[in-house]
């Protein structure tokens, strides 16, 4: 796929190919050329996508199937690779070695669902643990939920669709995905894989077009048993609001806290805080955001931090060199410089970047100075700025951390495993990594936040059990 395709992609919905005159242009984020168009769609579409995935459960698929499913879109994935990074990375902007990345991980979700397929099951209960039970057998099982309405973000379109898909036909579940307006083709591209491996179209449906029309339908049908959505808080916890007879699973933002203590290894965090603060121009939801240093290595670890943003390269995402490329639109940008204008007429003093490049790419910026009431402090910036405060004893260092809304992961940087263990205790996130940016994450773990973070776990061992319902099996003899 060059930087100049403009190839029209039609939408599987309902085991059916749609094409049609209203097209939805896929622009570049940093050529601001089209690269692809797609149609877009009505609720009567997602209508059909329901109707279909819900009749196609009615005949089931058998474990061994979906498992061979999931392995062989594994197969197609990893020979498809290059070709859907390239893409990826001309959807999005994000670096070609992200992008790769990226698709490396989908096809371990992938792998993982499959896993699941094969292994998902119930549990015995000891029936004649309770006097009434004498004379009974007892078992569950774990059945499919229902039709799963699965909504993706922009920044990481092709894994976290993985994270939505596969698991759904692990679980024996018919899926209609609504992927992100700026960036379908991924998601498309996904989809087209596992039809390639023999899921039955019917099962799996990609709809594109006004967000609130397509959502509102997979809020109002009782067809759609779970919503899986992952993006902003606002907007998620509204559908949670919207839709409580249903499974609503958020994978929501975060203020992502680092702690570092002056006994860590301040260069090794400077440099790996620095790849996960302004890789891929800062838009992940546990990108490095709120940098927490003791007092007495604080301006020692400021210059690391500084002299590692400096050395990002910044630019064109299909350069292979490229660390830092555009944010996704100009109004993200325009948000993002205008929160640190903000922040530096409140008083806060700019370390590194604050402006554009030549490419109109925000240069990595690192602030000091900064308010607890800054925008770049107390709200999600995804975008490409690190804020810095000091500490003198550990309960300001927690304190700090978790004075936020926000609970998706933290972390600390310390030699002392009893400040370690004191961390995983105090710091109240769904996930808490010691000696490692917060922004890890490996597909297989229980990935999710609290308070305004969500209220799910992703990996495919808990989405398949968030997308199946225990059945009780009692019999009498």
């Given amino acids: 796929m060059s930087a100049t395709t403009e190839a029209v992609s039609a939408l599987p919905v309902a085991g059916q190919q749609v094409t049609g005159p209203d097209l939805l242009d896929v622009v570049s984020p940093f050529s601001g050329q089209v690269i692809g168009r797609v149609p877009a769609v009505g609720a009567g579409a997602v209508l059909d996508s329901i109707g279909a995935a819900h009749a196609a ?37 994000k670096p070609l070695t992200a992008a790769r990345v990226e698709i490396d991980r989908a096809i371990q979700t992938i792998k993982f669902s499959a896993v699941e397929a094969r292994t998902l099951s119930g549990e015995r209960i000891v029936m004649d643990a309770h006097p009434a039970g004498v004379g009974h057998s007892g078992w569950t099982l774990r059945v499919p939920i229902g039709v799963i309405g699965a909504i993706t973000p922009f920044n990481f379109p092709f894994n976290l669709a993985a994270h939505k898909i596969g698991p759904a036909v692990a679980a024996g579940c018919g899926v209609v995905v609504k992927p992100p307006r700026a960036a379908p083709l991924t998601a498309l591209a996904l989809a087209q894989a596992f039809y390639d491996a023999g899921l039955p179209p019917a099962w799996l449906s990609v709809v594109v077009g006004r967000a609130a029309e397509l959502g509102d339908v997979l809020i109002d049908d009782p067809r759609v048993a779970m919503i899986t959505f992952t993006g902003s808080s606002e907007v998620g916890w509204q559908l949670a609001a919207r839709a409580p007879r249903k499974h609503v699973a958020l994978e929501l933002g975060n203020s992502t806290p680092v702690i570092i203590c002056a006994d860590a290894d301040l260069e090794r965090a400077a440099a790996t805080l620095a790849s996960s603060a302004f890789g891929f121009a800062g838009q992940s939801c546990i990108s490095v955001q709120r940098v927490i240093t003791q007092e007495s290595v604080a301006e020692q670890f400021r210059a690391l931090l500084v002299k590692a943003a400096e050395a990002k390269r910044i630019g064109d995402p299909l350069d292979e060199t490229t660390d830092v490329g555009p944010l996704i639109d100009a109004s993200a940008t325009e948000r993002v410089l205008d929160w640190v204008r903000q922040a530096a007429d409140g008083g806060a003093q700019l370390a590194a970047g604050g402006t554009l490049d030549q490419t109109r790419c925000v240069r990595p910026t690192v602030l000091t100075g900064i308010s607890v009431d800054d925008k770049v402090w107390a709200d999600e910036v995804f975008g490409p700025v690190v804020s810095l405060k000091s500490f ?30 004191q961390a995983a205790e105090r710091l109240r996130f769904g996930g808490v990594t010691i000696n490692e940016t917060p922004t890890f994450r490996v597909d297989q773990m229980p990935y999710g936040g609290t308070k305004e973070s969500g209220n799910t776990r992703e990996g495919p061992h808990y989405t398949v059990r968030a997308m199946t319902e225990e059945r009780m099996i009692v019999i009498g003899r």
């Avoid at 972390?411 to 400040?419: A, F, P, Q």
Wanted: charged content about 25%; proline content about 1%.
């Fill in 57 to 93: 459960m009615e005949h089931g698929l058998p474990s061994y199937r979906r498992a061979e499913i999931l392995d062989l879109t594994a197969r197609l994935l990893t020979e498809r690779r290059d070709q859907l990074a390239r893409m990826l990375c001309l959807e999005v902007a």
């Fill in 392 to 421: 003198t004893d550990l309960d300001e260092a927690f304190a700090l951390a978790n004075g936020t809304e926000y609970g998706l992961q933290a972390g600390i940087y310390t030699s002392s495993l009893d400040v370690a263990l």
